[in-house]
């Protein structure tokens, strides 16, 4: 049975004087990380009385509170009682500098990963409705089938609200101000003056006719503007009128903004898009067909690919389409065919569903859900299906493969057939099937980080629930050795400067101050957990050690900078294998002392002692640290 962390978490708050008196927790490895407006308050005894707390230290104003194994629980409860966290200071969150493409990639999975289920139902609908009327069904002129379609249009419709939700709590923006731009962006009169084709001026200002709906980048870039105007308004405003007149700028200020200028950006760069295309068609030929099915994921991410229709549409209405819907369905089965692999491939059940899902919706014509909830989110997956389908197309171009009907999925199979005969179908059949399986098998080349929805419990804790008792360390009878994981110089455990340590309330253990900045493995085993910052590692020998390699002391301030991890969760490696480097002389100049604890976290399962190096010897890596008996 699950152990239930909650009545510990409320016990904890009210030792740490209520939740009016925290201002924020986060957490490492091993330690929930308070700051509190009152020290006073704090009642330490009752917190150390607790089961799940081993202990208590003062760092400068941060009050720290030892979790050891259970950490993560006790951290998950104080976040649904609604504690002020920080994630980016957190194991929760990806930390370090990023470079500005993952930057943005992230921003925009943060802003559409929380919609995927509701653009997954929707895309389903979509391929209920398409198998409706391929089999007749349904009649395309019916009300039924009038209703099925604006139920599975509405989610991509509305698109821009939903993503003002997410993009507030993204960038830290009032949810009802954010959804309020999305409003403006899709409000009936603004889309019929648009509509309408008449000039719209703002004060004289001209304000660019493009329609917002299905549309992504241009809600999420106003939300992130949004939450800079924010900021300047809250600094001028006068506290005493702040209630009134604070969301009252934001929004006079925001609007315009979003209907000049940022707004438009998306379609006047669909424009020139567009002509773009139509210039490369003439110069590269059937090259462009390849690089058009390679790049229509980041297109759709802009919601720019609308704006190619029209171009597609006139080439199928004068004889057929070469580029535009040839590409998407090089690139929409090519996204099938990575979310099906990712479906096969992936160890997360969640992952299997939503894979399988949106794989199926891919084929079908509706890559968001496959786009957004799985290849761009696990990143190498969406690379994959690009270049996949990017093969795909330049064959198809060079078949000169043409549809003789609008459409963009497998089911553009029967449009391969017209006034070619069968052999555009057959090269269409060819197409399409170099896009799937070359997204299918490269998705299992490349590889990616699995994500689980709940992170698992790092090591230990109630072994009933997390892990099966085959797999549990059992008591041992013979010496295991412990390699020391840096070259250095040994220290005994009680001489770590940190309480937690050297009093051994996480474990027995030996500690190496390194000379230079490599980590090694300390052993043949598992990298059970690697933090964000990656200045935490748990690790379990094959024979069931369970060991903490702390990286420095209170270094998980740096957020990972200066660190560079070679392992990710789950990974198995041998003894000596490279596991993190950092910049050693950074972080000593940055004040944190570089020191290494290596601590077994598991010592109650073993018969007698641990052991350790003489204290003071110089060390290199794979030399023996700890022998456990």
Not at 11 to 38: E, P, S
Not at 52 to 81: C, P, R
Not at 170 to 182: D, E, G, K, T
Not at 414 to 432: D, Q, R, S, V, W
């Amino acid at each position: 049975m699950k152990k239930d962390y909650a009545p510990s978490a409320k016990k904890l708050v009210q030792a740490l004087g209520g939740k009016d008196n925290i201002t924020r927790v986060f957490h490492c490895m091993t330690r929930l990380r308070f700051y509190v407006k009152d020290k006073s308050r704090i009642n330490e005894s009752d917190i150390k009385k607790l089961p799940e707390i081993s202990g208590v230290n003062w760092h400068q104003d941060q009050f720290q509170v030892i979790a050891g194994n259970e950490v993560n629980e006790m951290y998950a409860e104080l976040v649904k009682m609604g504690i002020p966290n920080d994630d980016s200071d957190s194991s929760q969150k990806a930390s370090g500098k990023k470079s500005v493409g993952s930057a943005i990639i992230d921003a925009i999975t943060g802003c559409m990963t929380p919609m995927i289920p509701a653009l997954t139902a929707a895309g389903m609908i979509k391929v209920v409705l398409t198998l409706l009327t391929t089999f007749h069904l349904v009649s395309d002129t019916s009300s039924t089938y009038q209703v099925i379609s604006f139920i599975g249009d509405a989610a991509f419709y509305f698109m821009p609200f939903l993503i003002a939700a997410n993009a507030a709590k993204v960038f830290n923006v009032n949810q009802s101000l954010a959804l309020i731009i999305a409003g403006v962006f899709l409000h009936p009169n603004f889309t019929a003056m648009i509509e309408s084709g008449d000039p719209i001026t703002f004060f004289s200002i001209p304000v660019t006719s493009t329609t917002y709906s299905y549309s992504v980048i241009p809600v999420i870039l106003m939300v992130w503007i949004m939450s800079y105007i924010v900021k300047l308004v809250d600094r001028i405003t006068p506290r005493i009128v702040k209630l009134i007149l604070h969301p009252t700028l934001v929004i006079l200020i925001s609007a315009p903004i979003a209907i000049i200028a940022v707004g438009p950006l998306g379609g006047i760069i669909g424009d020139g898009l567009a002509v773009a295309i139509n210039f490369l068609s003439t110069k590269l030929g059937f090259i462009i067909v390849g690089i058009l099915s390679a790049a229509f994921p980041f297109i759709v991410m802009t919601g720019m690919h609308h704006a190619l229709t029209p171009i597609g549409l006139n080439a199928v209405a004068t004889g057929g389409d070469t580029l535009i819907f040839v590409s998407q369905v090089c690139s929409n089965v090519a996204q099938g065919g990575a979310s099906l692999a990712v479906a096969v491939k992936s160890k997360d059940k969640n992952m299997k569903q939503l894979a399988s899902a949106s794989g199926i919706s891919a084929l079908m014509g509706i890559t968001e859900p496959a786009l957004y909830g799985v290849t761009l989110k696990l990143k190498r997956p969406v690379v994959a299906a690009a270049i996949a389908a990017g093969i795909g197309g330049i064959v198809g171009g060079l078949l000169q493969v043409t549809l003789f009907i609008a459409q963009n999925c497998l089911l553009a199979v029967p449009a391969f057939i017209g006034e070619k005969g069968m052999t555009n179908f057959f090269y269409g059949l060819l197409m399409i099937a170099i896009s799937f399986v070359g997204a299918f098998v490269l998705t299992f080349i490349f590889g990616f980080k699995d994500e689980t929805e709940e992170e698992a419990p790092v090591t230990g804790g109630d072994s009933s629930s997390n892990t099966d008792s085959s797999d549990a360390a059992k008591p041992l009878v013979e010496k295991i050795q412990i390699l020391s994981p840096a070259d250095g110089t040994v220290k005994d455990i009680a001489e770590v400067p940190d309480k937690t340590f050297a009093d051994k309330v996480l474990g027995d253990g030996a500690a190496v101050v390194p000379e230079n900045g490599r980590i090694y493995a300390p052993a043949d085993g598992t990298v059970v957990s690697i933090m964000d910052t990656k200045h935490g590692i748990m690790f379990k020998t094959d024979q069931g050690v369970e060991l903490l390699i702390h990286i420095g002391l209170e270094t998980v301030n740096l957020k990972g900078k200066y660190f560079t991890s070679h392992v990710s969760d789950g990974a198995q490696v041998k003894a000596g294998d490279l596991l993190v480097e950092m910049d050693l002389d950074a972080i000593k100049k940055e004040g944190y002392d570089p020191i290494t604890p290596v601590v077994v976290t598991n010592g109650d399962d073993f018969i007698r002692s641990v052991n350790m190096a003489k204290s003071g010897d110089k060390i290199r890596h794979g030399d023996c640290l700890l022998t456990i008996v």
